[in-house]
């Protein structure tokens, strides 16, 4: 076989074996009747409306992405605070999620609960699941801050819908408490007081 005829042979396997990665579905991984995400959501950031130690009513969001390439709609999340110097606790009955950007987004329907398997875990379910290609934002309403300023984290899992999910732990969420407004004020101005 000459030479053209090979790289000939080559270049048409190369366009059927892209084709064929174009044209295939996207399907959840089924193994020992576990459902498992294609490729994991993607935690992207955390942040709090108010960052001062036991501040009342601060709103914590959690910013997520459902990659395209999911193979499985996100069926639910469990949100885990670290163990801490001070236990915080969420107001379960105010948990709120948007499809888009932030509070400006789609309301989502959603249901909060204590998670049974996860110590201090709150379960966040969508209702319907979200679907591959979306970020959203979920946002808990604590009771109030912590009384002790530091970095408190919170251990983020994902559940794809289906039967069986397993879970995709997907990082930590880093928020920043500080002892007094001032001590916050004066982080957010740098070094030098601008």
């Known amino acids: 076989m000459g030479k053209q005829s090979l790289q000939t042979l080559a270049l048409a396997v190369a366009v059927a074996s892209s084709s064929f990665a174009i044209a295939a579905p996207i399907q959840a991984v089924q193994f020992a009747g576990k459902t498992y995400f294609e490729q994991s959501p993607r935690l992207l950031g955390a942040a709090v409306t108010h960052n001062t130690a036991y ?9 997520l992405t459902v990659p395209e390439q999911a193979g499985e709609a996100l069926g639910s999340i469990v949100i885990r605070p670290e163990p801490s110097t001070d236990r915080i606790r969420f107001n379960l009955e105010t948990v709120q999620a948007y499809v888009g950007s932030g509070r400006r987004g789609e309301r989502l329907l959603v249901q909060a609960a204590l998670s ?5 875990g709150i379960v966040v379910t969508f209702d319907p699941p979200i679907s591959p290609g979306k970020t959203l934002t979920v946002d808990l309403r604590a ?3 912590p009384s002790v300023g530091g970095v408190y984290l919170y251990g983020v899992t994902a559940f794809p819908a289906g039967q ?3 879970g995709q732990f997907l990082g930590f969420g880093r928020i920043h408490i500080y002892d007094s407004i001032h001590d916050s004020r004066r982080l957010l101005q740098g070094p030098f007081g601008w």
């Open 116 to 120: 049974e398997t996860q110590a201090d």
């Open 143 to 145: 009771w109030r801050n």
């Open 55 to 63: 501040f009342p009513g601060a709103i914590y969001s959690f910013i």
């Open 164 to 166: 069986q999910p397993y």
